[in-house]
């Protein structure tokens, strides 16, 4: 699976508080085409949606069909053969 990958995100707590940079890394990004190492059928997947939680915890939203489910990074196969940059 392709690493390295990252966003900077920018959080301003309160006006009081310095801004502080979070560099997380992304197993997947949208559109990707992606299957889980847990399904038997090994359908694929594509990724429409990341959502980052307060602890950092990285979730993606997985559709197949009219199917959609939240996954970890873990859960994930890439099978993007070149992502083209």
Same mark, same amino acid.
């Given at each position: 699976?392709?690493? *390295?990958?990252?966003?900077?995100?920018?959080?301003? %707590?309160?006006?009081? @508080?310095?801004?502080? &940079?979070?560099?997380?890394?992304?197993?997947?990004?949208? *559109?990707?085409?992606?299957?889980?190492?847990?399904? %038997?059928?090994?359908? @694929?997947?594509?990724? &429409?949606?990341?959502?980052?939680?307060?602890?950092?915890?990285?979730?993606?939203?997985?559709?197949?069909?009219?199917?959609?489910?939240?996954?970890?990074?873990?859960?994930?196969?890439?099978?993007?053969?070149?992502?083209?940059?």
């Amino acid at each position: 699976m392709r690493r *390295g990958g990252y966003c900077g995100i920018f959080i301003r %707590r309160t006006r009081k @508080e310095p801004m502080k &940079t979070y560099v997380i890394d992304f197993d997947a990004f949208i *559109g990707d085409t992606v299957t889980l190492k847990t399904d %038997r059928e090994q359908l @694929e997947r594509v990724v &429409t949606a990341i959502r980052i939680h307060s602890n950092n915890c990285v979730l993606y939203l997985l559709a197949q069909g009219t199917n959609e489910s939240w996954h970890y990074g873990f859960e994930l196969i890439s099978i993007n053969v070149e992502r083209g940059t």
